[in-house]
């Protein structure tokens, strides 16, 4: 079955760093799209970032753009976010997801496999 595995999640001060990876695996992972999305408690779903199953073509989120980059190495089945100049908005449960379709998919209905999720916290 497909397995979505996110880490890296943790603590870190505003204006820091975190880079988060997710291990995929049950699926052909290079013929999937992936994306980031980032639920805070009582918030909807948030869409993040998501990457072409090539990795050559990406979308973000406007409240991340310029701060936070997506990318993979399909020779792994890994997908990472890195995230810099975090601020205290970030905090958040971020989740990666899988789809098989195009790229242009910014909602979470289009994705039907999820990770668990991976906390990550921001201090003022």
């Known amino acids: 079955q497909v397995q979505l595995v996110e880490s890296g999640g943790g603590l870190v001060q505003a204006g820091g760093s975190l880079r988060l990876s997710c291990a995929a695996s049950?699926?052909?992972?290079?013929?999937?799209?992936m994306g980031w999305f980032r639920q805070a408690p009582g918030k909807e779903r948030e869409f993040v970032a998501v990457i072409s199953q090539s990795g050559g073509t990406t979308y973000y989120g406007d409240s991340v753009k310029g701060r936070f980059t997506i990318s993979r190495d399909n020779a792994k089945s890994t997908v990472n976010l890195q995230m810099n100049s975090l601020r205290a908005e970030d905090a958040s449960v971020y989740s990666c997801a899988a789809r098989f379709g195009t790229v242009d998919a910014t909602t979470p209905a289009k994705y039907p496999y999820w990770g668990q999720g991976t906390q990550v916290t921001v201090s003022s």
């Open positions: 049950g699926l052909s992972f290079r013929s999937y799209v």
